[in-house]
């Protein structure tokens, strides 16, 4: 099995060594692993701005990028969901469904495409709140997957009343409407329970959150979900990554 | 009494802003409220095949749209047939002017009003006021606002933003209840003060959720019966009824009854559902002796007109898409600076405003698709916010600062090498000087940490070879 990763210029530049333990975690898996160097933005910002243009040229160099690849595996449930949902529309080329059809977020890829259950036990004992990033959950149907492969890699994922509803990232929505965007992450602050660390399939997701909590009064741990998926298969004292933001 | 002055959707950051500022019990009452409403509609959609109820609705509104013309004529001459007068009204100065003709012929000085955003989106108090006539909303929520001078804030809960002890405080200064009234005691104040104006009133007014055409009925659905006192003991009815309300058959009012209150309020249906079938008959003790319908467009027909946009005119007002968002939850409705609030509110303005008036409207969301995934008729509302957004960037209605720079970025995104060098230009560069007379960047810092890149990027990583 061969995989493209498709890092995402916003994990490349903030989530580097999530993309790390994507990698080492799909080779440990027996998967070889690609990176093809000229990839870039899958043009989501643009999109959703309404900037159609510069979207179309993002994404078919997107397209070009990884036209041949059998898989794209991206650390980001909403970069999976521009490419799945999105370029189709966009592009309206065969070229762009058959990506579509190829391109997962790391855990949808995990369990549906080499049929994982469990990773190992190397995440027991630590209290994970898991956010459903909303381009996963609402446009990839990616709900349970990242949460299972949590539990069954020993992590207790604790309830959150708000788990489900939007932190107010939005992309350029957080830097448009930036009052609305905090009041939405404090929402998410005021619920969340008391865990070691919060995680979720989306970087930006991680950002908004960690980014007002700083300073507030307790202390929060934001991850990648890509982060503890290869720390599931490590035993459970080889290091502690679970401070690292990064 | 009810003269107030929407801002304008162009406020919408700084009145969001203020709400969220300087008044957290808003936030808090809504918030609330709205999780509560989330609540009991996902209930009630599990009680049913929500899904395939779901996409009945979609097909029949549909279709109803794609042959508006022939099923509002059909609907007219129903009307016509059992009694009613109808009026079509192209403009909203249209449908008010037949209230000046209906004032000044039956000598009208007090109308009841029943629950209708239509008759907010035409301003009707207003315009009765100016012809001398006493509006009185007779919804508790609408009696409320109307008793504060505020617009309301939510389709379906118009006083959704207020606590309880708001109302306490209210209702001790205008009908002499205790501080410490309970809801309950509160209403019967609400009811003995309203029934007065039911008897006395010369004028009764109401929107319309649905209209038959076959049988030309006009479908109302509430859970105080200020409507059907509202329509059926005055002597003259006028109900406001958009064009886009049209059903075909009476027959499809058995399921959109249904849904519509499973969607807007979790209950599997109004408490009082009326199904108005003109003046009250020569052989009936109850009823009005005269029934307008006003089919309004105001708009409606340009919306229609845009390949995309149209299918917001499905929306059937349930309030739903409000109660589920994230963005709506912050502030209420007053934000939007207009009559509809929310995510369908927000795919509404520019259609029914104009695209320039309406345009930061859409951008009031972070996508996140909650509407989507509950609106009973399937509303694509987050591709419908999406539209909007090109269709501002098309006629030039964004920062050219934002232009450029979205250019620039995929300008440097289709050639891989000069994105990385940038990529790494602008992780060396101190932004914590500079961020706050950056636009964008400033949006982001004026609320948050600035998010600290990794220490090298994976692309360094991966050509240093991963472990």
Not at chain 2, 59 to 73: F, G, I, N, P, Q
Not at chain 2, 132 to 158: A, C, F, K, M, N
Request: hydrophobic share 40%; charged share 25%; glycine share 10%.
């Amino acid at each position: 099995m061969r995989v493209s990763l498709f890092a995402t210029c916003l994990a490349d530049q903030f989530f580097a060594d999530a993309c790390a333990d994507a990698v080492r975690l799909l080779r440990h898996l027996g998967v070889e692993v690609e990176f093809p160097e000229a990839q870039t933005c899958c043009g989501q910002p643009a999109h959703n701005s309404g900037h159609a243009r510069d979207a179309r040229i993002m994404a078919e160099h997107t397209l070009s990028v990884f036209d041949e690849a059998d898989h794209v595996v991206a650390p980001s449930g909403s970069c999976a969901a521009m490419i799945r949902s999105s370029y189709p529309k966009l592009l309206g080329t065969p070229e762009a469904r058959r990506l579509a059809e190829r391109t997962w977020e790391l855990s949808h890829f995990l369990v549906h495409v080499l049929g994982v259950e469990s990773l190992g036990s190397g995440l027991a004992g630590t209290r994970v709140a898991y956010h459903h990033g909303c381009h996963a959950l609402r446009e990839l149907r990616v709900e349970r997957e990242p949460v299972d492969l949590l539990r069954n890699g020993g992590a207790e994922v604790v309830p959150w009343e708000a788990d489900r509803e939007c932190c107010g990232f939005g992309g350029l929505f957080s830097a448009k409407m930036p009052e609305v965007s905090a009041g939405m992450a404090d929402r998410k602050l005021e619920t969340l329970p008391d865990v070691d660390v919060v995680t979720s399939a989306d970087g930006g997701c991680l950002l908004q959150m960690r980014g007002r909590a700083e300073g507030q009064r307790e202390e929060r741990s934001f991850v990648h979900v890509a982060r503890l998926l290869w720390q599931a298969t490590r035993t459970p004292d080889a290091g502690d990554p679970l401070r690292d933001v990064t | 009494m009810s003269g107030y002055d929407w801002p304008d959707p162009g406020a919408y950051r700084a009145a969001a802003t203020d709400t969220i500022r300087n008044h957290p019990d808003t936030r808090e009452a809504v918030g609330s409220a709205t999780r509560a409403f989330d609540a009991k509609r996902r209930e009630a959609y599990a009680g049913i095949e929500a899904e395939a109820w779901r996409d009945w609705a979609r097909d029949v509104k549909t279709h109803a749209l794609s042959r508006l013309d022939e099923y509002l004529v059909q609907a007219e001459e129903a009307l016509i047939r059992n009694g009613a007068t109808v009026h079509w009204a192209d403009a909203g100065d249209e449908a008010l002017a037949v209230l000046d003709s209906l004032v000044h012929r039956h000598g009208i000085r007090t109308a009841v009003k029943g629950k209708s955003m239509l008759s907010e989106e035409l301003a009707v108090n207003r315009h009765l006021e100016g012809l001398g006539v006493r509006p009185v909303e007779t919804d508790l929520g609408e009696y409320i606002i109307q008793l504060l001078g505020e617009p309301p804030s939510h389709i379906v809960g118009p006083a959704i933003h207020k606590s309880l002890d708001d109302c306490r405080r209210l209702f001790h200064d205008r009908l002499g209840t205790p501080m410490d009234a309970d809801p309950g005691r509160l209403a019967r104040a609400a009811r003995g003060a309203l029934r007065q104006e039911f008897l006395g009133a010369d004028l009764g007014i109401s929107g319309g959720n649905f209209l038959a055409a076959d049988t030309g009925t006009l479908a109302l659905i509430e859970n105080e019966g200020n409507i059907r006192l509202s329509t059926s003991v005055p002597p003259v009815h006028v109900a406001f009824v958009g064009i886009e309300k049209v059903v075909p058959r009476f027959a499809d009012l058995a399921g959109f009854l249904q849904l519509t209150a499973r969607a807007a309020t979790g209950q599997p249906i109004g408490n009082f559902v009326s199904l108005l079938q003109g003046p009250r008959r020569d052989d009936e003790e109850d009823g009005p002796d005269e029934v307008h319908v006003v089919l309004v467009d105001n708009g409606r027909t340009r919306l229609f007109d845009d390949d995309e946009a149209w299918e917001a005119l499905r929306c059937v007002r349930c309030g739903a898409c409000l109660n589920t968002c994230p963005v709506y939850r912050q502030t209420g409705g007053h934000a939007y600076g207009w009559t509809y609030s929310g995510p369908i509110g927000a795919i509404l303005a520019p259609g029914l405003l104009g695209l320039e008036e309406g345009m930061p409207l859409p951008h009031a969301s972070s996508l996140c698709g909650a509407c989507a995934d509950v609106c009973p008729v399937r509303i694509p509302i987050p591709e419908l916010l999406l539209h909007w957004r090109r269709k501002g960037v098309e006629a030039g209605l964004v920062p050219r600062a934002e232009r450029l720079g979205s250019s620039l970025y995929a300008a440097a995104a289709k050639r891989p090498g000069v994105f990385g060098l940038a990529g790494e230009g602008l992780r060396r560069t101190p932004w914590a000087p500079i961020a706050s007379s950056l636009p964008v960047i400033n949006g982001w810092t004026q609320e948050r940490t600035a998010p600290r890149p990794s220490p090298k990027s994976f692309r360094t990583l991966w050509k240093e070879g991963i472990e």
